[in-house]
């Protein structure tokens, strides 16, 4: 069945990176985005950005710009996130969401991996 | 980008109706189709419920509608269920080509 497998959780040292992956499965990879969008505990959704799964191109919001690394491997159907100089505030859960391109809504997501910074 | 604004929570008993309100601006809600809502339980991912303004996706019960007026879109649960108990959000494409979320609404059922 469709869905988006996500990679397992991390815990990082603030200033560190974190990369986070989605495997797109029973889906061709083509003809969609792939969202990120996370939630710190206890708080609501927050958008990160976007990957167009055809051409690469990015779309990160602007609270991340500089900061967010959305790429993906076709050959593997994964997409990635990588975001850097974490803080205690990047502590959340990290979700994917497919997107048909230009339908602007989420109807897979994934399960979400649990970041967590902490010195 | 400011978060689209929804009330904290909003309650009823089984079989009552709920509304659920998002407030944007004339630069998102107010100006696209694009809002769709968002259902997630305690511990879950989150759901798709409705997509522009108020369509239903395959499986989601007709009890769930959405509609739209200015800049605030509202989604309404008729015949509430135990089931039905989860957070809500909505989110709006922006004329930045960005997203924005609803602060999102806890749904109770008595």
């Known amino acids: 069945q469709v869905q988006l497998v996500q990679s397992g959780a991390e815990v990082k040292k603030p200033g560190a990176s974190v990369k986070v992956s989605c495997k797109a499965s029973?889906?061709?990879?083509?003809?969609?985005?792939i969202h990120w969008v996370r939630q710190a505990p206890g708080q609501g959704l927050e958008w990160m950005g976007c990957?167009?799964?055809?051409?690469?191109?990015?779309n990160p919001a602007q609270k991340f710009q500089g900061r967010v690394t959305m790429t993906r491997d076709t050959s593997i159907w994964s997409v990635y996130m990588e975001l850097s100089s974490l803080t205690s505030d990047d502590t959340a859960l990290y979700y994917c969401?497919?997107?048909?391109?230009?339908?602007?809504?989420?109807?897979?997501w994934g399960k979400g991996t649990t970041v967590t910074v902490s010195s | 980008q400011s978060a689209l604004t929804q009330p904290p929570s909003v309650s009823g008993s089984p079989g009552q109706s709920v509304t659920v309100s998002c407030t944007g601006s004339?630069?998102?809600?107010?100006?696209?189709?694009?809002v769709s809502w968002y259902q997630q339980p305690p511990g879950a991912a989150p759901k798709l419920v409705i997509y522009?303004?108020?369509n239903r996706p395959s499986g989601v019960p007709d009890r769930f509608s959405g509609s739209k007026s200015g800049n605030t879109a509202s989604l309404t649960i008729s015949g509430l269920q135990a089931e039905d108990e989860a957070n809500y959000y909505c989110?709006?494409?922006?004329?930045?080509?960005?997203?924005?979320f609803g602060t999102g609404t806890q749904v109770t059922v008595l």
């Open positions: 990957i167009n799964g055809d051409t690469g191109v990015t």
């Open positions: 969401a497919r997107e048909a391109t230009r339908t602007f809504y989420m109807d897979v």
């Open positions: 522009e303004v108020s």
């Open positions: 004339s630069s998102d809600v107010g100006r696209y189709n694009f």
């Open positions: 029973g889906y061709t990879f083509f003809g969609y985005h």
């Open positions: 989110t709006s494409y922006t004329s930045s080509n960005r997203y924005v």
